[in-house]
């Protein structure tokens, strides 16, 4: 589950709640495939020296590879929490800066970035400012690289079916029957429509990476903890999903599934 959430209310709310266990989220959610970072290298320029603004930088899953490939860093996370343990774990590495900031407000510097990068964190900025404001914050010719993730079928694809009865159960927002889509039925055209509407950058070039994800039961009990959704409904329906996802597992999967990702990178460069 990512959550696409296109009211501003809505967005603000569940946004938040990342930041209320940063730990959690930064043990169990998984980091991007590394042949992302080969094309962010290839399509954006991240190569050594490049300068590049990371909107939505969570605990650092995509700026601690980022910035292994010797890229100088500036960072921007919203959550105090999630910022704090972004700094820990990007330590080592001199050239990166974690900002405490929304990216709506923050103020940009002067010197232009060579690239501005979102990993599954672009959806939760302000559509009304995302765009102008990326495209301000880069030189001539530089990168905007959004990396979007989504749960696609395949790995456990009967666990996926049989879970719906515990989401419609306890989440009466749950649509009947819902399953993940094909990778090939995913559209993510609303972004490019976007960066068209914009009128800053030109043509999107898009990459796609599925990647199977095994988890032991506690396992995917913690990356559900971790997702807005789940957060956001009353701890009685909470604790209740999450009791009865946990006997699904360990009573017809023998304790393990494998969770299936589509991940895509866009890049558009500033006209």
Known sequence: MHDDT????????????????????????P??????????GTLAGADPGCRVLEVG????????????????????ELGT??????????????????????????????????????????????????MVKAADALRPGGAL???GTQHVAGGSEEFF???????????????PGLRPPAAEDVDTSGHVD???????????VRRRYQWDLGYTTAEYLEVLRTYSGHRALPPEAREGLLRCIEGLIDGRHGGR??????TELRVARTV
């Open 194 to 204: 976007e960066v068209a509407r914009s009128g800053r950058f030109g043509p999107v």
């Open 161 to 175: 079916a049989e879970v719906q009865d515990c989401y419609e159960r306890f989440d009466p927002a749950t649509p």
């Open 6 to 29: 296109p009211d501003a209310t809505r967005r603000a709310r569940l946004s938040r709640t990342f930041d209320e266990d940063a730990e959690l989220y930064d043990r169990a959610r």
């Open 31 to 40: 980091g991007y495939p590394p042949q992302l970072f080969d094309d962010l």
């Open 57 to 76: 930088a969570g605990t650092g899953k995509a700026t601690v590879p980022l910035a292994g490939r010797g890229c100088r860093i500036t960072a921007v």
């Open 257 to 262: 599934v494998t969770k299936r990702y589509l």
């Open 81 to 130: 929490h999630m910022a704090a343990v972004a700094r820990r774990n990007l330590a080592g590495f001199e050239a990166v800066e974690v900002v405490t900031a929304d990216f709506e407000t923050w103020p940009l510097p002067k010197e232009p970035f060579d690239a501005v990068v979102s990993a599954t964190a672009y959806h939760w900025i302000d559509p009304a400012v995302r």
């Open 145 to 147: 690289a959004v990396v």
